[in-house]
């Protein structure tokens, strides 16, 4: 499948606006990957999938996570987490991507990890900096992540985790542990991985 075929699928699977969301998504992902040296190929194909599962039907998508035997703890969660693992399902599945790490940095873009390589953080930072992004504390983050991608990393999750707190939300495991990875990291010492 080449790029336009590829984009046209992922537009036909979502509103305009979120379209729009995942080429900014794109963009950011192509900059960071260029800042961090990273694969601009892989970078591009994850950040234009990682919604591509977004607006798939919740009842098909509680299925796949018990069929394919993905974390059972989601079905306790808020749905809007599961557009992320079925993302990487979908892309594999309908888009033929085998590149372990593009369907990982899919499959954390929502929550995080323990384990994230520079693709995922990537993918996870462009998500949250692209330029439709309108929020307090974005132009930081923005600045953050152009230095570092750990410091973008502990910068995102410190305010993903407080969005949800202020809403009495609860928080997915994963992202917690993310958070404590990142703050280690720095509380360790790892201050180049910071500035």
Request: net charge negative.
């Amino acid at each position: 499948m080449n790029r336009e075929q590829m984009l046209e699928k992922i537009k036909q699977a979502m509103p305009e606006k979120r379209f729009q969301h995942t080429l900014g998504v794109e963009k950011t992902a192509l900059l960071y990957a260029e800042i961090y040296e990273e694969s601009t190929e892989k970078a591009s194909i994850a950040a234009l999938l990682h919604d591509y599962a977004k607006y798939y039907p919740d009842d098909q998508a509680e299925k796949l996570i018990r069929e394919e035997n993905m974390d059972p703890r989601l079905l306790k969660y808020s749905r809007a987490l599961w557009h992320a693992p079925i993302g990487a399902y979908l892309a594999r599945e309908e888009f033929g991507v085998t590149d372990s790490e593009i369907l990982e940095a899919i499959r954390v873009h929502t929550t995080g990890s323990t384990k994230m390589n520079k693709l995922d953080k990537i993918i996870f930072l462009a998500d949250y900096t692209e330029p439709g992004r309108d929020f307090p504390g974005v132009e930081e983050a923005r600045t953050l992540s152009k230095k570092s991608l750990d410091a973008g990393m502990l910068f995102a999750l410190r305010r993903t985790i407080a969005y949800l707190s202020d809403k009495e939300q609860p928080i997915f495991p994963d992202t917690f542990d993310s958070y404590n990875t990142f703050a280690f990291l720095k509380q360790e010492g790892d201050v180049e991985r910071f500035e």
